[in-house]
Every structure is written in structure tokens, then in C-alpha cells.
């Protein structure tokens, strides 16, 4: 019974980093894109977001609630997981302790990226660009939000790449081999969008 309940758990944990969780951050990630071009642009993006109905209920539904359930099992797997990159240098091995790394790093980003934006919301302020443009106001803030933002794109590319195999889709080295080139460039490109995204708001 314990390992058919850890089976589902492991099996829930790595769909929802796909499907919402991966699909948010893709979305999210795209909507920021549209500061590059220029304020009223990313404004207007917030503000197509910001009226969408039952908005609450779905952040609950739909990413709050899939990412306590990924991050509160993910650190369960973190701390009870034996890493042998010492003994065993092979490239899925480093890949499974930076999956684990970069969790934590991607959780403690997100917990403050919603304490500055939509707890702030919830107090009163307005997220807008404004809002981004002075939390990069300061180069501190600058390096959290670039390690924040890679360590995240790195999680859900590398647990794509995990997704595809614990769900039977890549069985044999070769399929698992062209896995691996897909999910890098699926990392280059979220990236890209990510750090170019966050450029926009630094004046």
C-alpha cells in the first residue's frame, strides 16, 4: 500500500509540474514578454488577466494549490532522495541533484515573487509595470530574479524531460538521448523569454 501510494504521489507530482504548473509558467512567462514592448503593452496584458472571471478561483484551482502539492512532495523527494554524483559523475545523475537544487531555489523564488506582487495586490497596490520596474530597481533584485528565473526554467525543462520518461513516452536510450535536446532547447527558448522579459522593467 505505502509504495502503490508513492507510486500515484510521484506519478501526481510530475504531471502537475506539466500540466498546470508548466503551462503557467510558459503563460506567465509570455504575458511578461509583452514589456518589451513597452508599458502600455504590458499593462494591457496584466490587465486582460486581471479581468478574466472567477480570476481567484482559478489561481486556487489551477496554481496555488498544483504547486503546494508539487513543492511540499518535491522536498519530500529532495531530502529523502541518496544522490551519488560523488561516486557516480554520469550526466542524469547531475541532472536528478540540480532537479533537486534548483526545486528549492524555484520555490523560495516563487513564495517571494507572489509576496511582492499578488500578496501586494491583495493589500491594495497595483501590479502593473511600475510595480516590476521598481522591484528591478535594485541590482540586488536583479540577480535574485535572473537565478530565480533560470533555476525555474531549468526545473520544468529538466522535468520535462523526467515527465516524458516516468510516464512510459521515452523507454529506450535513443528516444530518452533526442528527449534531452528537445527539453535544452525548450530550456534556451523559456529562458530567453524569461531574462528578456525581466529586461524590460530594469530602466
Known amino acids: 500500500m505505502a509504495k502503490g501510494h508513492s507510486f500515484l504521489s510521484h506519478k501526481l507530482h510530475s504531471l502537475l509540474g506539466l500540466f498546470p504548473i508548466g503551462l503557467f509558467l510558459v503563460f506567465h512567462l509570455t504575458a511578461n514578454y509583452q514589456a ?3 508599458p502600455e503593452a504590458f499593462n494591457q496584458a496584466v490587465g486582460f488577466i486581471e479581468n478574466l472571471p472567477f480570476l481567484l478561483v482559478l489561481e486556487f484551482a489551477l496554481i496555488y494549490l498544483p504547486i503546494l502539492f508539487h513543492a511540499v512532495y518535491g522536498l519530500y523527494i529532495a531530502f529523502q532522495a541518496k544522490h551519488n554524483v560523488g561516486n557516480f559523475g554520469y550526466f542524469r545523475n547531475q541532472m536528478f541533484l540540480w532537479q533537486r537544487v534548483t526545486g528549492v531555489i524555484t520555490l523560495i523564488f516563487i513564495v517571494w ?18 510595480m516590476m520596474a521598481n522591484i528591478l530597481s535594485s541590482p540586488a533584485m536583479i540577480v535574485f530574479y535572473t537565478i530565480g528565473i533560470i533555476s525555474t526554467t531549468f526545473h520544468f525543462s529538466n522535468g520535462l524531460w523526467s515527465f516524458l520518461v516516468h510516464w512510459g513516452i521515452t523507454v529506450g536510450p535513443r528516444s530518452q538521448r533526442i528527449a534531452t ?19 524590460a522593467f530594469i530602466l
Open 36 to 38: 518589451t514592448r513597452g
Open 113 to 130: 515573487h507572489v509576496w511582492e506582487t499578488r500578496i501586494q495586490k491583495a493589500l491594495g497596490a497595483h501590479v502593473d509595470y511600475d
Open 181 to 199: 535536446f528537445l527539453t535544452l532547447g525548450v530550456f534556451v527558448v523559456v529562458t530567453f523569454i524569461g531574462l528578456r522579459a525581466m529586461s
